[in-house]
DNA sequence: TACTAATCGAGACGGTACGTCGTGTCTTGAC
DNA sequence: GTCAAGACACGACGTACCGTCTCGATTAGTA
């Protein structure tokens, strides 16, 4: 029902995913560095991707603690510097970034970075009823919409822009997505909280 | 100083990175397409990467209209809007998303991917420019930020996520970034508010 | 420890050997007359050169049989008629030729060249041995010069010179290398035989 | 009606010849070296062995003097000394060795091959012209068979049989072929007999 | 001295074969 | 039931030379 050596071959896939990127990782590499026959590989996954998209969800390195810091800014706050770190500490940066890129090429591997995400938000939602609870957040406030926007950012400056994540990013971030970039002059803008005022 | 048959390859290139994705897409099948020899591809790119470097850099595709709608939320409605359609809309979409994907994967490309949101940003620019003279937004306020939360909420949204973009994303989107999400009952006069309203 | 159409490939290479000569062969061809692909070939032979030493090592058409007439004169001039035959007549003469050709150029098929000379000096021995015995040959002869001579005549006369053997060829060279050509008026000189007289 | 650099096209084809051995010697490479565009040297020649054809043919490495020594013995025993330090003696050895094999591949050097053996042999008439005077040779006795055998027990030891020619080789064939080497016992007189002795 | 051939360099090209790597499949025999 | 070992067809890689072509630039020799 399972390899006899199943951790080796997956550990073993995450470190040349690390180490070589996406695309130079191989199957013959994975059997080499495990120990294990090429014919094995394939007895048990139909394809690199299959074989990453059970290594990604067996990782703990991609596993993330839900944080209560009492506000939803700071909760907020907490989870996109985890998340900051994931994109850029190796090496999970580099099965992180690497399996994520993967995924646009992969149907398999979209699924998995699909689930990914589900099961993040899914664990996210208690933060967002705490901060319902506690007035901190309207209603209508779509949770998925402010997890896309926090998320894509951090993203989108790493890999895309390809520019270092500065000190203050995560927080700025935070900030102008709870309390908005327009209306100069006014009193909410660019300040630490006021949350639930 | 530049192949006869330039467009013609790059036109290939462009047409199998859509239909086969980057991983699937060969030089080989490059060359076949379009009538010229491998050989001759490989004397003007060293490699598949630097193909696409230079098929995406020449393509029309991807590029984009500055909008004036008169507002800073009209313009960034319409820039979100662009983004979506060219994150969604075959066959600029298999391109794009192929070729950002690839990226994390490449070296050269990723090079291509910051050349593309440098550029961008630079054409941006004029949009927070008059809306800093409309009054529309505060000095204090980070363009790239605004940007990096608007744009990766759609990519992370679309590629990450795979879940559709409703009619309403990009306008929410905005709505967010511009207004927040947070304080509940705010009310706030002047604009078609929804996502914190 | 063999390749499963090991005979297929091995003929399929002297075939294409003597169709197109050393030069024109390609591992390529070999591999598609055999109906095997070419990474096949690769994996048991590094060269072509070393894949033509087995085809020729393994090939029956270069043997030869011992011949036993009851004279050193008799031997001889089958020996020779032998060689003349292998190098002269198709298909076997197209393979020999261009294989001795072609071990010049080849380390790999110089040794197969030499081994092949060896083997078969190896095998006149008893030739030499017997005309010993009989009394036909000086104890102090050198039985490898008599066939330097002998066979590289034929070689010189048919490859370099690219002149016909006559009929008379072999007997000729036969009688002057076991008489000699010096001396006009001597009596041993230009009749057939007088062996051991 | 001649290429500029004719001399040194030639000049260079001749070394790396000498260097590379036929089969890895290359039009681009002569090209190269001579300091002459490829075009250049296919504009004059058809190919690489009607290249060296022409260079062969103009080399002076490869001419000989007729000897005349006094006696066939000794002119025979200078010509063959002759060959045997062509075939032996780098660089000419390395050039004369590489051409004559690929002559077996190429109709073209076949022919150069052909004429050097013709012209040679031409050249080599006085020497039985004055051995027959001399009454040295039998008036029926065959030149061209007398230095096949000598010339191709040369080739054949020297190339196939890749062993080295000792000190006496030479005399010894030319005493074998003047004299034979059967009739142990004989008492032939007049000369220092070694090979039937 | 100028002109007018002949000759050349440069650069690009289609093409063949090279030798290699990795894929995914299969069979056999061991544990 | 699981595996290692080994062989394989296949597709593509990136490279080396092949032999050809066009287009200007040089050279000569000769007018």
Chains 1, 2, 3, 4 share one sequence.
Do not use: C
């Not at 406030?141 to 790493?158: N, S, T």
């Amino acid at each position: 029902m399972a390899p006899r050596k199943k951790d080796d071959i997956l550990n073993a896939a995450l470190r040349l995913l690390a180490e070589k990127g996406y695309e130079r990782l191989t199957i013959e590499g994975v059997a080499e560095l495990s120990g294990v026959n090429k014919t094995t590989i394939y007895r048990w996954w139909p394809s690199k991707a299959a074989l990453l998209g059970t290594a990604l969800v067996e990782a703990q390195e991609l596993g993330f603690d839900v944080p209560d810091t009492g506000s939803l800014r700071g909760d907020l706050h907490a989870l996109l510097d985890g998340l900051a770190w994931l994109l850029t500490t190796p090496p999970a940066a580099d099965i992180a970034v690497a399996a994520l890129g993967a995924a646009v090429n992969s149907p398999e591997l979209a699924e998995a970075a699909k689930g990914f995400f589900a099961d993040r938000f899914a664990r996210e939602q208690p933060i967002f009823e705490r901060a319902r609870e506690r007035g901190e957040l309207a209603d209508s406030a779509d949770p998925m919409m402010i997890m896309d926007l926090l998320a894509g950012a951090v993203w989108l400056r790493v890999v895309f822009r390809q520019l270092p994540l500065d000190d203050g990013f995560t927080e700025r971030a935070v900030n102008a997505v709870l309390d908005g970039v327009g209306r100069p002059g006014d009193p909410r803008a660019g300040r630490p909280a006021r949350a639930g005022g």
